[in-house]
């Protein structure tokens, strides 16, 4: 069994049902198929992919990205979804360390193909328009696959500053697809509220995967401005799951008056939940909103709070199915309950390892064990509780964002001496970054001017709010800048 042979069995038992909402268009099972297999045989034919081969999506959200997904396993290759908010350098850099020549792309980042081109004169661009309207009925065979290949690469932000790219096999997301629906008890009447982009691990296994595989449906939702629209979309689909981020579920909660909505589960994922978000949601929507955890390199779900039986506020729940989570300290002794250390993962869902990346693929895994560089304990129910998170990581959106990255783009910048980002709280989206820079004597720097040079560098959700000019930046004795004292410190623009 590989991704392609399980959709294929839900395409043949669901043919005629729709697989997919899209505004006004419904797109069936059959129609699904029919596109991928078109997709497949462009590939091979047009652009001559092999097996083995990695082919981006650069895609915003839209009917077509599944079928490209879809095409992409058929013909033997690996997908590789890009953030669609990524700059051209950003993205050409994704394409270079991935060996990416072919990428599905659309007229939307069309401004941005130029770019591309001419910093990977080879790589040959698939417009995705190809995929819309009708498409030829081609019984075309998929290439065989077995669960141990590549079928994706999920890019993450990397603390070097650059991504790494996390090799998931067929195996690791179809583990996550069974464990995730024998969580959320997923039955082929279900339909799924799809509100986040597709290139998203936790919406490419939850919101994409997960539905299609067990014939239920996907709502793909155009827009999430303003929410009451998207409301009124996910109760006239009738809507049963919703996954998404704590930030939307604190907008629901600020909607005036009283909802009805259809859906069974809501689920949150990708960013820490607040409990009070938690309990004002519940006592308004009266249904249980679902915390869970997950991350790129885990296919990305390791736990969620019950449907059924004990949810814990503040927990992101027990294991899922066939998933091991256990405490560690630094020497890889299991600590017991209650004692915090770091959260490791082991079971099928568990990555491959990052692609080309040897050393950090060594420094991930300890055994068969991932090391997922939160900080967390287990209670003595095994409910799970992250009481930290990478060192340094922020959370845009439910986006990692790290700030070494940007830190170094910002020291590009002429007259800069030292540069260090962190987090702020953000109402809107979770977090927010600031920077925190020195100069070198005599040299000026307008901030507003910094900016923009980050803004033609960086996808904007990395851009810092907020930069602060200091004489200098704190530092300990070993001469390491000192965060801590920096979030302490008055921000100025």
């Not at 994704?94 to 193909?113: Q, R, Y």
């Not at 560690?328 to 002794?333: A, L």
């Not at 209650?338 to 693929?361: A, F, I």
């Amino acid at each position: 069994m590989n991704l392609v042979t399980a959709f294929a069995r839900s395409a043949h038992e669901h043919a005629r049902k729709t697989a997919l909402y899209w505004g006004d268009a419904e797109f069936t099972f059959s129609d699904l198929a029919q596109r991928a297999a078109y997709a497949a045989f462009c590939l091979q034919n047009r652009f001559n992919v092999k097996p083995g081969d990695r082919v981006g999506l650069w895609l915003k959200n839209c009917p077509e990205f599944i079928p490209a997904f879809l095409g992409i396993l058929r013909a033997g290759a690996a997908a590789v979804p890009i953030n669609s908010f990524l700059k051209p350098e950003e993205v050409n850099y994704i394409l270079a360390d991935a060996g990416i020549d072919v990428l599905f792309t659309d007229a939307d980042l069309g401004s941005h193909h130029r770019a591309l081109e001419a910093a990977r004169p080879n790589l040959k661009l698939f417009p995705v328009a190809m995929l819309a309207g009708e498409v030829p009925d081609l019984s075309h065979a998929a290439v065989g696959r077995k669960p141990s290949d590549l079928a994706a690469l999920i890019y993450t932000s990397g603390t070097t500053g650059h991504p790494k790219g996390a090799m998931l096999s067929h195996g690791n997301l179809l583990h996550n697809v069974e464990s995730c629906r024998r969580v959320l008890e997923t039955v082929p009447a279900d339909r799924f509220g799809v509100l986040l982009p597709l290139f998203h691990s936790y919406m490419l296994t939850v919101g994409m995967l997960l539905p299609l595989i067990a014939g239920g449906s996907i709502i793909l939702v155009k827009s999430l401005h303003p929410v009451k629209n998207v409301l009124e979309e996910l109760v006239t689909r009738q809507a049963s799951i919703l996954p998404a981020i704590p930030q939307f579920y604190r907008s629901l909660v600020n909607i005036p008056g009283h909802l009805e909505l259809p859906i069974r589960v809501f689920i949150s994922g990708a960013a820490p939940l607040p409990k009070k978000v938690i309990e004002e949601f519940e006592a308004k929507f009266r249904r249980p909103l679902i915390e869970g955890y997950g991350l790129s390199e885990a296919s990305p779900v390791v736990s969620k709070n019950p449907i059924h039986g004990k949810r814990k506020a503040g927990s992101v729940g027990l294991p899922i199915p066939n998933v091991e989570v256990s405490i560690q300290d630094d020497q890889g002794r299991r600590l017991p309950p209650h004692h915090v250390g770091e959260v490791c993962v082991r079971g099928g869902n568990v990555m491959l390892g990052y692609w080309n990346n040897p050393e950090e693929t060594a420094k991930t895994f300890r055994g068969e064990w991932l090391l997922t560089g939160d900080i967390g304990y287990l209670d003595s129910e095994g409910y799970l509780y992250i009481t930290d998170r990478k060192k340094d990581m922020l959370l845009v959106n439910g986006i990692n964002v790290y700030p070494r990255e940007i830190e170094e783009v910002i020291y590009h910048f002429p007259g800069i001496r030292e540069a260090a980002v962190i987090g702020k709280p953000d109402v809107r989206r979770g977090e927010k970054p600031v920077a925190f820079v020195s100069l070198n004597d005599g040299v000026q720097v307008d901030t507003r001017e910094l900016q923009l040079f980050l803004k033609r560098k960086l996808a904007d959700y990395k851009i810092p709010q907020c930069i602060t000019i200091l004489p200098a930046l704190p530092r300990n004795g070993t001469g390491k800048i000192l965060k801590t004292a920096l979030r302490d410190l008055p921000l100025t623009q």
